[in-house]
């Protein structure tokens, strides 16, 4: 048990750190919350100040977080922009510098996916985009299409094109050619299934980037960055030399400050940007700037970006507009998005279309807390200035509900995830969700808690966010949640690690006894005893791909830790994964050998010590070689 925490353990830091760029999740651990105080607060300057001042510089010592930026913004004005912390700490000899709320600059991540959707819906307006048109007719890009019926633009915008996770930050090459080289695979029926994709945004630029015939961070300079006033802001990298000296430094769990980190998908977390130029983009939205899209846009971008014709019941789950996602709360309508660097950089923005009101919030660390301190803020901020009005939530009765929750209750696994990769051998095992059914019919994903609200609807007890269960033929297939979903996971999944940890432990008994077995024979001849006879040369091949299988899995887990700790880029390459692949190769070629040597032991009937190895040699690797082939292990694709 102990090796197999150690494995999951491992396993959990890697998948969080790749899955973690340029995405935005649910909170996962307690902290100090920002909480209410009782009844509404004005938002005025005073008030937001006291508050924020009383709550963030706290929440970032708890949560080791260097520093932060928070800007409000509220009926055509900037109601506060501060800054917190440290932009630099020191911790590499220089200076240390604190947070300028008008100079710093932060990475956002993938708020960037918010301009890269205004860009495309302004080539919509203009009538050069159909948001309904196949990708091919505006880029030739080769996609391995999985399923029948078009790929369209506004599946790269609600999140629903159905590719596979891909990760392309590590990669210091331009977007054009992460788009046209790099495309994932294609794993989900598009329209049906939401699947998180920063590959699919990226392509969105990259149509933008065709179809206007300007390089994409050109465009989006100038025909939506520079119109809603931002002025500094940039998807330019590395940094123009004028900007570069205002950027914070990202920094890692342990204070460590790290590499400026190149990212290949452009749209999708590229952008560069200050809180003040977030004040400006926060008005520019509320107010529905004519100068940057038609308010009929605004509010299409708002709303629900696909219907019940094409995800079915996944439609009533909190919905995914064109770019922005539902974040509404306490009765008031609040749309956003979020974003998440691996090199420390984590942010969140959040507008009440209906109030005027905006919020934005960007940190520079990796602390254990920085999603519940985005979490907490961003909650805190409408329980102050725009609490409940005590309306009362709609349930099913406990009694009625409770065989919907027990149908759903279960083990998923998130969309956002890598399926032909060698990632996919280890990602079941960590990324798991366990979705279960309480006393009272309410559903349980980690510490959250939801009641439902008509059948197979269930709504947080907390909020107002939504999931819904898409049910086929009695069997629940997917539950849709905003910008993602789960789907369950198959026994298979489940069992890669198991069976993982189970075969290398055979395996190394095998290994173990064959120089105790060479060993016992050399000591029976010298003592002139009967001694049994040497390996033939199937035993011997056996058990060097054996050696060679279980190389492999250390050399995968040491691998796996170098990517986490070093951050390189210049690590996921094929010149590191091929050579363990050909090592896991000859253990699963081994397998024959093995068989030969097992019918041979068993025909000279050479005793049971001899049966008993041979035997365990072929259980050992067949069941290795059925990790290999599950988990996609010695996929031709590395594209992480």
Known sequence: MRVLGCVAAVCLVVVTLLLGACGSGPPTAQMPHVTASDGKHELTKADVDAWLDGKIPDALNNGKIPGAVVTVVHDGHVVTNRGYGYADTGADGEEPK?????????????????????????????????????????????IDRGFPGDITVRHLLTHTAGFEETYASWHEFDFDVYVTQKAPKQVFAPGTTPAYSNYGMSLAGY????????????????????????????????????????????YDSNGRALPFEFIGDAPAGRLTASGADAGRFLMAQLQRSPEVLQPATWEQMWSSGLGPESLGNLSKA?????????????????????????????????????????????????????????????KGFSDRYYPSGGEQLPQVSPDEARPYAQQVSGT????????????????????????????????????????MVEPWVWQKTDGSARIAAQVEDGRVVRIGATIGSYIPQTLAQQALLPVLVGSSLVLVVVIVAWPIGALRRRWAIRDGRRASDPLPWAGR???????????????????????????????????????????????????????????????RRAGWRRVAMASLLLLGLAAMAWWVWTGNVLSLSIGI
């Open 98 to 142: 604190p947070v300028e709320a008008e100079r710093t600059l932060f990475r956002w991540a993938s708020i960037s996916k918010i301009p890269t959707s205004i860009a495309v819906m302004q080539l919509v307006e203009q009538g050069k985009i159909d948001l309904d048109a196949d990708i091919s007719t505006y880029v030739d890009v080769k």
């Open 318 to 378: 909190s919905f995914m507009g064109l770019g922005y996602y539902d974040k509404s709360r306490n009765g008031h309508r609040i749309i956003g998005h979020g974003g998440d660097l691996p090199s420390g950089y984590h942010s969140d923005f959040q507008i009440y279309p209906d109030d005027g009101t905006g919020i934005f919030i960007s940190l520079n660390g990796d602390g254990p807390r920085t999603s519940d301190l985005r979490a907490d803020l961003m």
């Open 541 to 603: 091949a056996a058990r060097i791909g054996a050696v060679a299988a279980v190389g492999a899995v250390v050399a995968w887990v040491l691998y796996l830790v170098k990517l986490v700790s070093a951050l390189d880029p210049r690590l996921v390459t094929n010149l590191a994964v091929r050579p363990i692949q050909v090592l896991q190769l000859l253990g699963v070629v081994a397998i024959i050998p093995a068989g030969m040597d097992l019918f041979g032991a068993v025909k």
């Open 412 to 451: 998923y696994q998130s969309t956002r995830t890598f399926f032909s990769t060698f990632v996919a051998a280890w990602e079941p095992a960590v990324r798991k969700i366990t979705i279960t059914a309480t006393e009272n019919g309410h559903l349980r994903i980690g510490t959250d808690e939801y009641v």
């Open 207 to 250: 149509i933008v980037q065709q179809v206007s015939g300007e390089r994409f961070p050109e465009y989006v300079r100038r025909h939506v960055l520079e119109p809603a006033g931002m002025e500094t802001a940039t998807y330019e990298q590395p940094l123009p030399e004028a900007l570069a000296s205002r950027l914070a430094k990202g």
